[in-house]
């Protein structure tokens, strides 16, 4: 098993910036992906922004050049840094984890946590 503990949501006004983290702790494979998916009211879960284990990285169309992620593979940590928040940016942010075992996988999930932006 995983457990995946999320920090760091919060109200901010538009321009401004807010950081994520997520710590993993567990069940955590060699060849791992770990990353953020949104989902706000009314809407579909979608991805963020994914980083392998090795450093591989995907972004959303949505957030490209405002949003940044990282990871330490050393405390099983990922960080995803907002910049310039838009309102269109609000929503419950989930913190995944993707173990992978040849061509199979098993995804974990956080609690979510909540980020606003509003005036």
């Known amino acids: 098993q995983v457990q995946l503990v999320e920090s760091g949501g919060g109200l901010v006004q538009p321009g401004e910036s807010l950081r994520l983290s997520c710590a993993a702790s567990?069940?955590?494979?060699?060849?791992?992906?770990m990353g953020w998916y949104r989902q706000a009211p009314g809407k579909e879960r979608e991805l963020v922004a994914t980083i392998t284990n090795s450093g591989s990285m995907n972004y959303a169309d949505s957030v490209k050049g405002r949003f940044t992620i990282s990871r330490d593979n050393a405390k099983n940590t990922v960080y995803l840094q907002m910049n310039s928040l838009k309102p269109e940016d609000t929503a419950v942010y989930y913190c995944n984890l993707r173990n992978y075992r040849g061509y199979s996988y098993k995804d974990y999930w956080g609690q979510g946590t909540q980020v606003t932006v509003s005036s």
């Open positions: 567990g069940s955590i494979f060699s060849i791992n992906a």
